[in-house]
Nanobody, 125 residues
Framework: QVHLVESGGELVQPGGSLRLSCAVS????????IGWFRQAPGKEREGVSS????????YYADSVKGRFTISRDNAKNTVYLQMNSLKAEDTAVYYC??????????????????WGQGTQVTVSL
């Protein structure tokens, strides 16, 4: 059975940094594409970044490009989202999700089969 568990969300000041983790069980992370999504109150869930299976090509939404970095540790079966220069508009519940095989481009929710429970990121003074 596939499980994803996010961690690392917390309250941070604007301009600060956080690293989110997504621990995956049930399959090897390099066999699947892992995506990060976020959902702010009253808004739809949006794709933030993804890392594809195999070679690990990465994709980012324009809103986070240059500030966020997705990476993968195959030995730990964990995917990370390093978030720098955080802004108030980055405040949301962040979810990781997985799908077996390759997906390209900024992730869209309907492409993903397995989801974590989410972790809250709040950017505020």
């Amino acid at each position: 059975q596939v499980h994803l568990v996010e961690s690392g969300g917390e309250l941070v000041q604007p301009g600060g940094s956080l690293r989110l983790s997504c621990a995956v069980s049930g399959f090897a992370v390099d066999y699947g594409t892992i995506g990060w999504f976020r959902q702010a109150p009253g808004k739809e869930r949006e794709g933030v970044s993804s890392i594809s299976s195999g070679r690990g090509h990465t994709y980012y939404a324009d809103s986070v490009k240059g500030r966020f970095t997705i990476s993968r540790d195959n030995a730990k079966n964990t995917v990370y989202l390093q978030m720098n220069s955080l802004k108030a508009e980055d405040t949301a519940v962040y979810y990781c999700a997985a799908v077996l095989g390759v997906r390209v481009g900024v992730p869209t929710p309907y492409e993903y089969d397995y989801w974590g429970q989410g972790t809250q990121v709040t950017v505020s003074l």
